[in-house]
């Protein structure tokens, strides 16, 4: 290669890189790099985020009213359920009667007789397919409530649920809506993945706390993932 061509190819180089399509070509690929990599880090900064970062969220779960709240009102004889006598959810007294019964006596006939109450509280049906009950099944409750009003539930799908003392919160029974709080968490979990709290609720609403109701609590401030919640 003769010394006049090299000094010609180091001049037309010389002019490409000060021209402004030539810086703009060479910078092309700096700017196409730079742009991959910001792009990576804002996909890794959101995939960390759904995935790790938790955001206080409202969590509806499953609830039951604690069976100790509740009298059974129970019978050691086959009996026949003829009439409730008080509606469902009632305020009842002492010795009020609350179904009319009948039984078989010694004679082997029919007599009817009353199932009272043996204190004053809230009076529930019992939920039976046949108003033929055998001996010592429920033919009814009774909720008496208490001085301070505290009831205790059980909580289901307890898997990170953060609970504590005055949290308020909303219990949904039978979809109607009703407002309570928490005075107590128990310690430990049962056999069914349950957890036990005290909730302290208004007496004119124990009425509506059927053994038989449909219930769903309304907790807020719990922890959930960002993923969970776009599902």
């Not at 059974?72 to 009632?90: H, R």
């Not at 301070?148 to 898997?159: A, H, P, Y």
């Not at 124990?206 to 993932?225: C, G, H, T, Y």
């Given at each position: 290669m003769s010394i006049v061509n090299m000094f010609r190819k180091e001049a037309l180089r010389n002019q490409y890189k000060s021209s402004d399509i030539g810086k703009s070509l060479i910078k092309q690929p700096r700017i196409i790099n730079n742009s991959i990599f910001f792009l990576t880090a804002i996909f890794i900064s959101l995939f960390i985020s759904i995935e790790i970062i938790p955001i206080p969220s409202n969590r509806v779960?499953?609830?039951?009213?604690?069976?100790?709240?509740?009298?059974?009102?129970?019978?050691?004889?086959?009996?026949?359920?003829?009439?409730?006598?008080?509606?469902?959810?009632?305020?009842?007294?002492?010795?009020?009667?609350?179904?009319?019964?009948?039984?078989?006596?010694?004679?082997?006939?029919l007599e009817t007789d009353l199932i009272r109450s043996p204190n004053d509280g809230f009076f529930f049906h019992s939920k039976i397919d046949e108003n033929i009950t055998q001996p010592y099944k429920p033919l009814g409750y009774l909720l008496t409530p208490p001085a301070d009003g505290e009831l205790s539930f059980w909580i289901s799908n307890i898997k990170k649920i953060n609970l504590k003392a005055n949290d308020k919160i909303i219990l949904f029974i039978n979809n109607e809506e009703l407002t309570a709080s928490i005075t107590m968490v128990i310690n430990g979990i049962s056999s069914d993945n349950e957890q036990k709290i005290h909730l302290r609720i208004k007496e004119s609403d124990i009425r509506k706390l059927s053994p038989n109701a449909e219930m769903k609590i309304v907790l807020n401030n719990q922890d959930e993932k960002i993923i969970n919640l776009i599902k």
């Amino acid at each position: 290669m003769s010394i006049v061509n090299m000094f010609r190819k180091e001049a037309l180089r010389n002019q490409y890189k000060s021209s402004d399509i030539g810086k703009s070509l060479i910078k092309q690929p700096r700017i196409i790099n730079n742009s991959i990599f910001f792009l990576t880090a804002i996909f890794i900064s959101l995939f960390i985020s759904i995935e790790i970062i938790p955001i206080p969220s409202n969590r509806v779960v499953d609830i039951k009213i604690a069976s100790e709240n509740y009298t059974p009102l129970i019978y050691s004889e086959v009996v026949i359920i003829k009439k409730y006598l008080s509606q469902n959810g009632s305020t009842v007294r002492k010795d009020q009667a609350l179904l009319s019964i009948s039984k078989l006596n010694n004679k082997s006939n029919l007599e009817t007789d009353l199932i009272r109450s043996p204190n004053d509280g809230f009076f529930f049906h019992s939920k039976i397919d046949e108003n033929i009950t055998q001996p010592y099944k429920p033919l009814g409750y009774l909720l008496t409530p208490p001085a301070d009003g505290e009831l205790s539930f059980w909580i289901s799908n307890i898997k990170k649920i953060n609970l504590k003392a005055n949290d308020k919160i909303i219990l949904f029974i039978n979809n109607e809506e009703l407002t309570a709080s928490i005075t107590m968490v128990i310690n430990g979990i049962s056999s069914d993945n349950e957890q036990k709290i005290h909730l302290r609720i208004k007496e004119s609403d124990i009425r509506k706390l059927s053994p038989n109701a449909e219930m769903k609590i309304v907790l807020n401030n719990q922890d959930e993932k960002i993923i969970n919640l776009i599902k």
